[in-house]
Each structure stands twice: as C-alpha cells, then as structure tokens.
DNA sequence: CGCGCTATTGAGAGAGCTCAATGTGCGTGG
DNA sequence: CCACGCACATTGAGCTCTCTCAATAGCGCG
C-alpha cells in the first residue's frame, strides 16, 4: 500500500503518464497505491547490471541515471540517460535477463516497484499498460536516434543533437526553460555516450562554444542560439513523441 | 474474418509468438482471424514512410525489410533487417506518427493487419498483448547492440556482429542451419546498417574473407568458423532472447 | 593545502572516408 | 545466343576526422 512518501514518489510516475495521456482517477489512484522502496544513491553507482534478474523496477525521483555496456578493453557505450519521472529498466518487467547495465551518473533517489505489483496494474489497466508499453516505444525511438548519429552524424553534429534532445526531454518534465538546464555528466560520459573519445568531446564542445551556440560552465547548458543549434543537429523533435506538455 | 490465404499469412506470426512463448488455441485461433491483405513487393520499395500516420501494421512473409532513416545529402541510416515472421511497424500502434521509414530490402511479401483488429485483440487478450510488447522491448535490445556496435567496435568487429546476429535470427525461424544462410543485401546496404562507407565494408570483407571465417557468394553467407567469428565480434546471443526454438 | 578527478592542450598516428576508375555478373532486347 | 546496359563489387591514392599517448591545468573537497 502506498504510504504519504510512496505517494510523493509515485507522483511522479503519475505525472510523466499524465504528459502523454489522460488518467482516470482510478487509474491515478491505483499507480498512487503501488508499493515503491526509496533509496539514496550515489553517483556512478550500478543500480542493476547485465545478467541479473531483477524482480523490481526503478522509478527516478532525482538525479540523472544512465544505461550501458561494456566490452572488452573497457570500452564503454551508454545507451541512455534518463532524468526524474524515467522508469529506465521498465523492460525488465518483460525481459527477465538483462543485456545491459543500470548505473546513477549524479547522486539520485530512486523508488523500486516490485515487479508483481506493476504486473497487477497493467493487468487491472489496460490503459496503464497501453502507455507504458508506448513509454518503451519512444525509448526505443531515442535510441534509434543516436544510432542515426553514430553512424551519420559528425562528433559536432552529435553533440549538438544530444544537446537539443537532453533539453527538451527537461523542458517537458520542467526541469528546464529560457534555454538553460542541468548538464551533470562529464565529457568522459558525454564520449561514451556519443561514440567518441574524451579528449574529442572537449575540443569539439571548445569549438561549439565557439561558435557561440552555447556557454557551458558549471554542468549547466546554456543554449545561446537555439535555432542554429538545432539546425547544426538536425534535431527534429518529433521523435519524442511529446504531445502534450507537462507541468512541472 | 481470416481466409484461408489468411490462414496461411498469419501463421507465420503464430509461429513466430509460439517460438517465445506457448498459446492458447482460443489465442492462436484469434490471431489467425485477424483481417490481413497480401502484398508482393518489389526490392527498394518503401512500405511506410517518415512522417506517415499508418493505420495498419506489416507481417514479413517473404523477404528482408528495413528500417531507415535519411539525412539531409543523401546520408542514410539503416536501423534494423526484418525477416519472415517479424511485424517491424508494430509500434505504429502506440506512436501515431512514423519517425523513419519502412522499405523492402529484397523482393517481399507481407500481410497488412489493420490497428483496429490488432486493438481489439490485444484487449480480448492480455498475453498476447504481452508477447507483442515483449518482442518491441527484444527489438530496442538489437538497437542497443547495434549502438554498442557503432559506437565502440572497429568496422571489422561490427560486420562480424551483424552476420552472427543475422544468423542466429534467422536460424530461430528455421532459414538458416549449418552456419550457412542467405544475405541478400548488398554492400552500400550494409554500410548503411553499419554506420561504415560501401567502399570500407568491401575492404573490411576481404579482410574478413582472407581471415578464413567466413564465405561470401552470391548472397549467400556461410561461417566458416563460428566461435572465430563469435569472438572477433564478441557476439554474446543473450540480447536476442530466444528462449525456445522455433520449428521451421 | 594537497589529493583526485575532470578539463584542456599538443603532437603524431591511424581507421575510415572521398573521389575516381575498373571489373563483373546478370537481365533484357534484338 | 549475343551485345548492351546497369547495378554492384573491387581497387587505388590521398585525405581528414577522430584516436592515442602524454603532459599540464583547474577545481572541489577533506
């Protein structure tokens, strides 16, 4: 049963379903009710790594969390981040072996929902499941996305389109406006995630701002020139889908 | 209602859902009424395009199908091969609006499934419903590997990959066996796949070739040698999921 | 105030790209 | 049955984007 904090944390939940679609009261008050653990993490902390079997899923309250693999060599590829109201390893609900890892990039809470009960929920409501399943449709759109800039996008390109989409997925969850957002991860991040190299991420971020596109300073963004930032990128948001806006 | 051409279009994707999971006959039965028109395609044909708002999904009968995506200066990215048995736009049914497209790779034919029976029977049945979650959620785990690939394998790495991965799908649907099937891609194709330039994926071939792992003619892909091929592509098959095999 | 992590910069190397020419197989029409 | 055309595969030469290695600088925190 949901207690007072659950009910904080799973508002969140309720408020991500609720940018994309209607809820009824029933269904707000049922996700509202689902049992949910929190937990304090620290930064570059896994959260669950490939080949475990987890038994719940992890709702994000705060901080930025990240998925990723590693091969031989250490190399390092991160497949997303996510930020608050992300439900990163929903997929797990259906995919009992992971091939992947979950990992906090900043310090974090998160609320852990047990696998049975998420299952009783779809199953009571359709709905829910229509839009959670339709959640994982626009992950794997995003994903797609940064496979079209890995293989055809040059680093500043790339970075500009990573740029473009981190703020706009923070512009709708209120987390971000007038161009400005968090940017916590580091250029070590920034390269495994864009399919560079640190020291190229550095050079081309010196050049980006040179070009007066953006400031950075501070983990925090500064869009200077949205529209050519965008046009560098070719950012077309239509991939994420966001129909409606969110409140904060 | 199904005919009996239908019949024998739809049991490709019985087939296909037995291979992960058991149906009821109650369920089988239903999915073999579904309403389904076929079609035969000719290669480079588009099925569905980048912005479209199809009302209908796409069962491969025959032939590969890609999914893809254009930059601006003809820059091309290929997301995804599609094999018999596979419904590659299943997701326009909770994402309304294409964001890439659809095309033929070969000669092709596919049954078109409309939304409204893919809704209605997902509703009357929830595990279905789950089965066809699932395989979306198999297929954001294949672009996950094909990130990991583009990012942070070497052309050689990632061609390997692609083959094993090729193989080992279309094995799961009884179309390949003895480390032998057919590739009917041409190299600007794979290149397009890969995040590579044709003209390094015909170097990288060679190599590949003279390395003695694996054959290349007439479209037809024999490995020489597996587990060679497997480690150079540090292919690990557990993101596929295959948990059963299929039958033929 | 010093350690540790991250950012920055330099120099040289290399994987993969571009441009361009040539070869090859196959389907079509005569 | 042969000639042609076209699409695709192959090869060469030179280039550049990005990487590697390595050193230096800056910043936050105990």
Redesign the pocket.
Known sequence: MGTPANDHALSRLVRKLESIAGLTDEERHAILSLPAKTRFLEPRQDIVRDADKPSQCCLILEGWICRYKLLSEGRRQIFSFHIPGDVPDLQSLHIHTMDHSLATVTKASVAFIPHDALRDLISRFPNIAALLWRDTLIDAGIFRQWMLGMGRR???GRIAHLFCEMYVKLEAVGLAGEHRCALPI???DLADAL??????V??T??ELRGSGLLTLR?NTLVVEKWDELAQAAEFDPTYLHLEKRAVG
């Open positions: 040059s680093a500043y580091t250029q070590l399919g560079l190299t640190s020291v190229h550095n050079r971020l010196k501070s």
